[in-house]
């Protein structure tokens, strides 16, 4: 069950009333560090930090700009939104939990102050996330915060909005009318995955027959595998979701497709073997110049051609790898 708490100024914003109203009991808290402090006084396990909810007013910026090692080659989503902290899946290998100090959900009423940031950016084109520290739609039925994202993006057509998600949670975006610079992404996973390393989130299915219904609706999409996670029979399980992904979707409606590899900060694997036993890190691994733990080049470059060679079988789509260096693209394309 989750427990939820707000801090009193919330009531001065109308994203703040507007939560308000849906809900039926929470607890006050003094501030966001309160409500941090607490949290982390109780020695919780990450998944019971998660049941937690904090509804607040954000004092800095909303805006940020991805730090990406230099060796990397450039990603699209260079910018991201952080309106809200988390979400509540439970991904092993979510980077969240290194990036925060607990796994509680953290949402930002005064959305008004990132809009009138968002007013003074002008860097034309650039892709702007709404996914990197969240999921985007998991909590939408309770944030609604698509509405005044798309609101604020059908004006600002200079710049893209990513949605990203693994949920299938699309009520709102059904009722709304899509907009040109709008992309959903979904990351997609063989089912296989979901159930081992990705607990909570939606099953492949769901993911599939959401990513479907938006693209009826007229939404563009874009497709995110990532992290490909190198199991056991990993070619069979990847190429059964692509053709299962590919064969229910419109080709021509996806916008752009995002490959990646496992790849975490070494703390990571400690906290996360603290709390359960998972085989996740066992593979032939190995530190990149950007501090985080990859599989060794030739198990990602084995991947990458393999889930390349199969996504081409339905087409001729913009691919494009998720933080690899020039070398490891020049050997896919
Ligand atoms: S869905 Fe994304 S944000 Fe949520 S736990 Fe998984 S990786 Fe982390």
Redesign the pocket.
Known sequence: MRKIYITEDIKNHKKGIEILEKLSSYEVVESEKTFIDMILSKNLSYEEEKKYMLFTVKKGKFLKKYHLDKQFLGIKEEYYLSYEN??????L????RDYFSHGAFVFYVNLEDMFSELDGFTKKMSMISA?I???SL?LDSITNVTKDLLDYFKNRKDLVLELR???HNIKNLLELEPIENLLVSF?FSPQEIIDRY?LK?SSLEARIEAARKLQEKGYSLGLRFDPIINIESRKLHYGKMIDKVFQNLDCAKIRDIGIGGLRYKKGLRQKVLAERNTDLFFNELVIGIDGKERYFKKIRIDMYKEMTEKIKLYGDFDVYLGMEPKYVWDQIF
């Open positions: 988390n979400c509540p899946f439970n991904c290998y979510c980077y969240l996914g520290v969240n999921d998991v998600t693994k949920s990351t990705e989130s």
